[in-house]
């Protein structure tokens, strides 16, 4: 089992920015995919980042430019820094890692971003 917690959510201005982290703890060993995706109210669950071992990080449309998904593998821990948020990007966002094709979930935490 892997367990994921997120931490750094928060309520933020339009053109703010904050970073989100997702500690990794339990069977980490051999975690290929890491990343965020958000689900908004009366949305479903999208794809924000993912970045898998040894390969460019992969993002959104929405967030190109604006977000940046980091590693940091000693830590265990995976990082997203959000610039420029838009009140759009309201939603819970959650911590995601695939093993053997078996995905792992944090419980989430919340980016409200007021206009």
């Known amino acids: 089992q892997v367990q994921l917690v997120e931490s750094g959510g928060g309520l933020v201005q339009a053109g703010g920015s904050l970073r989100l982290s997702c500690a990794a703890s339990g069977d980490i060993f051999s975690i290929n995919v890491m990343g965020w995706y958000r689900q908004a109210p009366g949305k479903q669950r999208e794809l924000v980042a993912t970045k898998s071992s040894g390969e460019s990080p992969n993002y959104a449309d929405s967030v190109k430019g604006r977000f940046t998904i980091s590693r940091d593998n000693a830590k265990r821990t995976v990082y997203l820094q959000m610039n420029n948020l838009k009140p759009e990007d309201t939603a819970v966002y959650y911590c995601?890692?695939?093993?053997?094709?078996?995905?792992?979930w944090g419980k989430g935490t919340l980016v409200t971003v007021s206009s």
């Open positions: 995601h890692a695939s093993k053997f094709g078996m995905n792992y």
